[in-house]
């Protein structure tokens, strides 16, 4: 039985249905917090269950009988360390689990970036747990920086990253991985720095100019600096917090992947950050 934790969220959806392109419904689990999101797949066959990170009886169900299991990291950045412990003592007492993926970060054992610190304390868990674990260090989703692409297109963008580059790739190609890791592309043991050919923030903001049909400016501010703009436009200070360190770790080239990783598991390259940016410019200014 496969089994995809996260499956109400935006990455564990996409490996869900990633999966059913290669196994039947029948040996498919989704699990989540909200498992009334998930109807629709319970609808094809697919095996629904609840799975909560802070309840370790939920964990135990949505476990029990578990072959291959993707887990997916949870969204509660600052309580993950106690959330995932509970997931691999779950994980500990399955009988018949063959092989766990771990969505991680790149470089999470010597980045020290804010995010990456509960990353490196999830895989160090699961080496002591003794698990057949493989690690899928992902990079930043394209996404990420799309979603206020008016306001970018009108006003320019912020940043603090420099030239500092970000190998991104979509949430799609990082969950399509996932699924070809747990599929037989990965055994125990693999380590995955995974992200594809990416972009400066200059460069970025160039591509949406083009996409656009009109000039995009890229301006680049000092870590604090950045922080005060992100609070201004209304982000909650911790939040604005983590994201300029990430810009700062961009600046450091903690965002960049090296290799090939992404594209191996694929078995095709990434999609073109160009390619995702030029279809949501598109989107973006389709009059409602």
Do not use: C, K
């Amino acid at each position: 039985m496969y089994v995809i934790t996260g499956a109400t969220g935006a990455l564990g959806r996409l490996a869900v249905e990633s999966l059913l392109e290669r196994v039947p419904a029948e040996q498919v689990r989704a699990t989540g917090r909200r498992v009334g999101t998930l109807d629709d797949l319970a609808a094809r066959g697919v095996d629904v269950r609840r799975a909560d990170y802070t309840d370790p009886a939920s964990l135990a169900e949505a476990f029990a009988g578990a072959t291959r299991v993707l887990f997916v990291s949870g969204s509660d950045a600052g309580a993950r360390l106690e959330q995932h412990r509970a997931v691999v003592d779950a994980l500990s007492a399955v009988g018949t689990l063959e092989l766990v993926a771990y969505t991680s970060i790149l470089y999470a054992q010597t980045s020290d970036l804010v995010l990456a610190a509960e990353h490196a304390g999830t895989e160090r868990f699961l080496a002591e747990a003794g698990l057949p674990a493989v690690l899928l260090r992902n990079g930043w989703y394209v996404e990420n920086f799309l979603g206020a692409l008016p306001v970018t297109i009108e006003h320019g963008m912020v940043g603090a990253s420099g030239d500092g580059r970000f190998d991104a790739a979509t949430r799609a190609d990082f969950a399509a991985a996932a699924v070809a890791a747990l599929t037989g592309g990965a055994t125990a043991g693999d380590v995955f720095e995974l992200g594809a050919p990416g972009f400066t923030r200059a460069e970025l903001a160039a591509g949406i100019g083009q996409a656009a049909g009109r000039p995009v400016t890229y301006t680049d501010l000092s870590v604090e600096d950045y922080t005060a703009a992100l609070v201004g436009a209304g982000l909650p200070e911790g939040f604005a917090a983590v994201l300029a360190d990430s810009d700062r770790g961009a600046a450091a080239g903690l965002l960049a992947a090296p290799g090939d990783d992404l594209a191996r598991l694929l078995g095709r390259p990434a999609q073109p950050w160009t390619q995702v940016v030029e279809q949501a410019v598109r989107a973006a200014l389709v009059t409602p």
